[in-house]
């Protein structure tokens, strides 16, 4: 190859060229959607490597991404194209690479002088397990990235190797938030919203894109790069990554556990949302989620009664709220009053199911599809917030996608199934004329519901 330097023959953008050009050892990339950001990085990755290659140095890379799927994008995508514009022969394989808590498959390509590049899911066992430069793809988005990050950083500060952190922004108080905003002056950032990407050539409509999303909030996150403030969430950004897992969200997957279903009903405004979880060795497994709008309740009725038939859950939650109210009825008239059960969207309610619903989470004991954004998205929505006269009250962002729905039919399916497990003792604080109902019970307008401990260890009584 000869003691040249190697250079880029694509046609880059300002921006990428910016990128690609900056060799500084730390180094991180916000980047929106579309921008061309892990083409950008894996460009940057190959011409380093080929470069090395042609002055007799050995240079190896690992990429990990947010998954599996993301990984092998990267490896074939990136890479693997960059090499072939190159015209650079390299071998390519793959392999298990077991860690600590399962086997990943593993994507490599190898130079003819020895050089790698490899692409896997990051975990905290992955990150740790190789000596090399890093890239980091959509780092935000990690399973537990702050593990992640421990593992990583040691790694490369030995030897001097690389570092680089992509991604877009997924909300405040990760490690990706403190990079792009912390003062120190070890990092080089770059940051290119959809704005800029198209101001420097990047040939796509933005108006196109933004109506085709349709969802103001993911705008401003994904393509305007905005840090959308998770402060207040009731589920913290990690615990929702915790959970993710790219074998949830398939019903061929069923294996005919027990089965418990949420179902959040709306019909104009709102979503109707029924989320399906399969109990399996202490771990709810979402097996499907179920959404419907502007149907009518003839057809929310058929939808769930497939759900039935298919599954013959143990348990049915259903929001008995207003207009839920008739569907909860006939649902009781169908498949029998101990198996579907109402509950009001009251203040003590909304709160025994969060309260719930987060302790399933942070004990990493549900599974939801690692790539359903909508459902992260409303998971992420829901925020508490404390009345005037100290009461907790449950919020979530109205948006064109619904009200949060596919968060609360989880959260129902997360209490009918915990109460399934465990008996909920109603504690009478006042008189019962006027009150609501919840899992069929009568409980006065000031009632608590009080829990003890859900398996895990969490005591949900003071919450």
Known sequence: MGSQQAKPIIGLLPYQNAWVNDASRFKAGMMSRQSGKTFSATLEIVNRVITAASNGIVEHWVILSRGERQAQEALNEGVKKHLATFNCIA????????????????????????????????????????????????????????????????????????????????????????????????????????????????????????????????????YELSWISLAASWLSTDIVNLAKDKGAGNPLRYTGGPVFIGNDIGRYHDLWAAVVLEYVNNVYWLRELSTLKDKSFADHDKEMNRLFMQYRPQRIAMDSTGLGMKPVEDAQARYGESIVKPVTFTGPNKLAMAAIAKAIFESNRIRIPDDDFSLIGDLLKIKKTVTAIGAPRFDSVADTDGHADRAWAIFLALFAGENGIIPIDFHSAGDRMTSPQAFGETVGIEERVGFGSVPGGHDLGGF
Do not use: C
Request: no cysteine; hydrophobic share 35%; aromatic share 10%.
């Open 91 to 222: 071998k390519s394989s793959s392999y298990n690479w077991k860690g600590a808590d399962a086997s990943y498959k593993a994507l490599e390509v190898e130079l003819p002088n020895g050089s790698k590049i490899t692409a896997l899911p990051a975990n905290p066992d992955t990150a740790r397990g190789f000596s090399r430069n890093v890239l980091l793809d959509e780092f935000a988005f990690h399973h537990d990235s702050a593990k992640i990050w421990a593992a990583v950083f040691p790694v490369v500060t030995r030897g001097g190797k690389l570092l680089r952190v992509i991604s877009t922004p997924n909300g405040q108080g990760n490690q990706f938030h403190s990079i792009m905003t912390n003062n120190n002056d070890m990092w080089s950032r770059h940051s290119v919203d959809i704005y800029q990407a198209v101001e420097q050539g990047l040939d796509v409509n933005i108006d196109e894109l933004r109506e085709a999303l349709n969802d103001n909030e993911a705008w401003s996150r994904e």
